[in-house]
């Protein structure tokens, strides 16, 4: 199944889906503390984090691939959100510091594809973070969350895509350790989960973090040295 913006605001707006975002949050406000003058984009379904940089970064911008429909943000200001196809992104040329892909990875038709645009209109110092569901958590495997949607991939995977897509990976973090429930006392207890799962169980996190570079050299081509050619003469 392929996720939908609807039902990504629906969960979001739950007791469950507040936890999840808040625990998410805290693990990327660690990961990147302040952006402050700096131009954001956010790709797949990234207003719940976005808000975090909103008031201090130059610009931040959500944008939702094709697939996964369309969704005004921030509600009662101006729109600060678009639609495109993810491997045609409508910025000309490198004009963001910070790419947040969130909710896009999993579901996208050609990630390959989608992290090469990513790649395009990223800066030259620019960073990307990738928030995918884990292959070995729990949320992968419930579709009633966002997380349950689509492909998840595990941290080795995700940085070998990162790495044939001309980024190279620069920090890795985990998150959301709590169960997947809307059980209160589960949820009370949320910040006892995810200090035992960092912990003890790394390995079983709701969703991967990357953080990747740019790596501008990779699409440079080497200058290829002339190979000498030798022909050998029969004597007289």
Same mark, same amino acid.
């Given at each position: 199944?392929?996720? &939908?913006?609807?039902?990504?605001? &629906? ?26 003058? *700096? ?27 094709? /697939? ?22 409508? $910025? ?42 884990? @292959? @070995? ?6 579709? /009633?969350?966002?997380?349950? /949607? ?6 080795? /995977? ?8 001309? $980024? @190279? ?13 809307? *059980? ?30 740019? &790596? ?13 050619? $030798? ?6």
């Amino acid at each position: 199944m392929v996720l &939908d913006v609807h039902a990504a605001a &629906d969960f979001y707006s739950t007791a469950q889906g507040i936890v999840a975002g808040r625990l998410i949050r805290e693990r990327l406000g660690t990961l990147w503390p302040s952006l402050a003058g *700096m131009a954001v984009l956010g790709l797949g379904y990234a207003p719940p984090y976005l808000r975090f940089w909103r008031e201090e970064a130059r610009l931040a911008v959500a944008l939702t691939p094709g /697939q996964l429909g369309a969704a005004r943000w921030p509600m009662g200001s101006a729109n600060l959100t678009c639609m495109a196809e993810e491997d045609a992104l409508p $910025f000309a040329g490198p004009v963001f510091d910070r790419v947040l892909l969130i909710h896009g990875l999993e579901s996208a038709e050609n990630a390959r594809r989608m992290l090469r645009e990513i790649w395009r209109v990223l800066k030259d110092d620019g960073r990307l973070m990738v928030v995918a569901p884990n @292959r @070995r958590g729990m949320w992968a495997y419930f579709e /009633q969350n966002p997380f349950g /949607q689509g492909t998840p991939y595990s941290p080795g /995977q995700v940085g070998r895509l990162l790495a044939s897509s001309m $980024f @190279r990976v620069e920090r890795r973090d985990t998150a959301l350790f709590l169960p997947p429930t809307s *059980m209160r006392l589960v949820l009370r207890s949320n910040r006892l989960w995810e200090r035992t799962g960092h912990w003890a169980m790394p390995q079983f996190a709701g969703v991967t973090i990357t953080e990747a570079v740019k &790596d501008v050299y990779s699409a440079i081509p080497t200058n290829m040295t002339p190979s000498r050619r $030798f022909v050998l003469a029969e004597a007289p």
